[in-house]
């Protein structure tokens, strides 16, 4: 199930056998998104976020061959348990990152008692757009949502 994507998105959706509510706490919990962010194979050591407009949302990857990877950023909106939104173009205080790459958009809508998923990546160039792919967002973030669904469907704590 995917949507058309605007000019310069990347997009991946998935139908969840798991309540909204729980797919949402997955993405807000800091302990419980880092048993799950990141390809296979990689580990999420750190994650902070202050999940209000204008709060923080700071991860730190590491692969397997012990590089790292951070991100930050700040959330833009929330609607919980329905919409996540976030940026790197922006530090808290909205002090410009200087390295903006994109605007994600993470939807979560009910579905008869599943969740339809869908993330966007919206990028600010067809640049970043293409680089994103050559990077491997299709496999990454399509790995990333395959340890989500495992975690809200059978490791997940209510």
């Known amino acids: 199930m995917t949507t058309q994507p605007a000019e310069f998105e990347l997009c991946i959706s998935r139908l969840i056998d798991a ?6 706490r997955a993405w807000t919990e800091p302990a419980l998104l880092q048993q799950w962010w990141g390809p296979h194979g990689m580990t999420t050591p750190e994650c902070e976020m202050n999940l209000w407009v204008g ?16 991100t930050q950023g700040v959330f833009l909106e929330i ?10 173009a922006y ?14 958009e993470v939807t979560f809508e009910e579905v008869d008692g599943k969740t339809l ?32 669904v495992t975690l809200v469907t059978q490791g997940m704590p209510d």
Request: aromatic residues 12%; positive net charge; hydrophobic residues 40%.
């Open 79 to 88: 609607q919980a348990p329905s919409r996540l939104v976030f940026t790197d």
């Open 55 to 70: 709060g923080l949302f700071r991860t730190l990857m590491r692969a397997p061959d012990g590089a790292e990877y951070p």
């Open 91 to 104: 530090s808290p205080g909205w002090i410009p990152s200087g390295k903006a790459f994109m605007t994600a």
């Open 19 to 24: 309540p909204r509510n729980r797919v949402f």
């Open 117 to 148: 998923y869908t993330a966007r990546a919206m990028h600010w160039s067809e640049a970043d757009k293409h680089a994103h792919e050559a990077m491997g967002f299709h496999d990454g973030w399509g790995q990333s949502l395959d340890r989500l």
